[in-house]
């Protein structure tokens, strides 16, 4: 049984999933209408970094990154446990381990490239490159997407319903009671995520209520322990596609 970080096929196959037309649809969609957002704050209100941070932060952060998120991470395995085509591809000499970490993988690499990007040109846009806000952000969506990849491809591995839980954890937790309950922020990957991201902005433009070091070991904690649960019950569909 072939093992290993990574499989081509199995990342083939995964892209093509991801990537059918009306599912990109919906994936652009976000990002496309945070960049609109972005040049009509610029065009009415001028460069700002308090408003950079209110719109990259609130709407950026807090709610296109985790949506894409969860389309993301729960597409790359759910609907093939679904439509019970992943017995299918676990009848393949690879082993489970390789199949999970290289879904993982593309639907980092799937969420990275429609979120990093446009924050990036919105912060370039909105701040004007002053104080490293645009890097400071886009450092941020890059190491959030890492942590919502493995938290909703877990999700898509153990329940059918991973959407709607993941849509319920990315609208009601990360973009309303993590921004507006206080307590709640230190459980947050937006706050986790900002942490790290804050070390590229000068005279602390960016601001997390969760510390560098602490943020840093729940990001890490999170991802590993999301990707070997994952693995493990991934471990226990059998080719009947039974558990």
């Given at each position: 049984?072939?093992?290993?970080?990574?499989?081509?096929?199995?990342?083939?196959?995964?892209?093509r999933?991801?990537?059918?037309r009306r599912r990109?649809?919906?994936?652009l969609a976000l990002?496309?209408?945070?960049?609109?957002?972005?040049?009509?704050?610029?065009?009415?209100?001028?460069?700002?970094?308090?408003t950079?941070?209110?719109?990259?932060?609130?709407?950026?952060?807090?709610?296109?990154?985790?949506?894409?998120?969860?389309?993301?991470?729960?597409?790359?395995?759910?609907?093939e446990?679904?439509?019970g085509?992943?017995?299918?591809l676990?009848?393949?000499p690879?082993?489970?381990?390789?199949?999970?970490?290289?879904?993982?993988l593309?639907a980092?690499?799937v969420?990275a490239?429609?979120c990093?990007?446009?924050?990036?040109?919105s912060?370039?846009?909105?701040?004007?490159g002053?104080?490293?806000?645009?890097?400071?952000?886009?450092?941020?969506?890059?190491?959030?997407?890492?942590?919502?990849g493995?938290v909703?491809?877990?999700l898509?591995?153990?329940?059918?319903?991973?959407?709607?839980?993941?849509l319920v954890?990315?609208?009601?937790?990360?973009?309303f009671?993590?921004?507006?309950?206080?307590?709640?922020?230190?459980?947050?990957?937006?706050?986790?995520?900002?942490?790290?991201?804050?070390?590229?902005?000068?005279?602390?433009?960016?601001?997390?209520?969760?510390?560098?070091?602490?943020?840093?070991?729940?990001?890490?904690?999170?991802?590993?322990?999301a990707t070997?649960?994952?693995?493990?019950?991934?471990r226990?569909?059998t080719?009947?596609?039974?558990?």
């Amino acid at each position: 049984m072939r093992s290993g970080l990574y499989h081509p096929t199995v990342a083939r196959l995964t892209f093509r999933a991801l990537l059918g037309r009306r599912r990109a649809l919906v994936l652009l969609a976000l990002p496309v209408l945070l960049l609109l957002i972005s040049v009509a704050v610029r065009l009415l209100t001028g460069a700002d970094d308090a408003t950079a941070n209110t719109v990259l932060g609130g709407f950026a952060l807090g709610t296109m990154v985790p949506l894409v998120g969860v389309v993301v991470g729960s597409g790359a395995i759910g609907s093939e446990i679904d439509d019970g085509s992943v017995v299918y591809l676990l009848a393949k000499p690879v082993s489970r381990a390789t199949i999970l970490l290289t879904k993982l993988l593309v639907a980092v690499g799937v969420s990275a490239a429609l979120c990093v990007v446009p924050v990036l040109l919105s912060g370039l846009v909105l701040a004007g490159g002053g104080q490293g806000i645009a890097v400071a952000y886009a450092l941020a969506t890059l190491v959030a997407c890492v942590a919502y990849g493995a938290v909703f491809l877990l999700l898509g591995v153990v329940t059918r319903h991973a959407v709607v839980f993941g849509l319920v954890y990315a609208l009601v937790w990360e973009a309303f009671v993590g921004n507006l309950v206080p307590g709640a922020r230190t459980l947050s990957v937006q706050q986790w995520a900002l942490a790290v991201g804050g070390r590229a902005a000068a005279d602390s433009a960016v601001t997390s209520d969760v510390g560098l070091p602490l943020a840093v070991v729940l990001l890490v904690a999170v991802t590993v322990l999301a990707t070997w649960y994952a693995v493990r019950r991934l471990r226990t569909h059998t080719v009947s596609g039974e558990e």
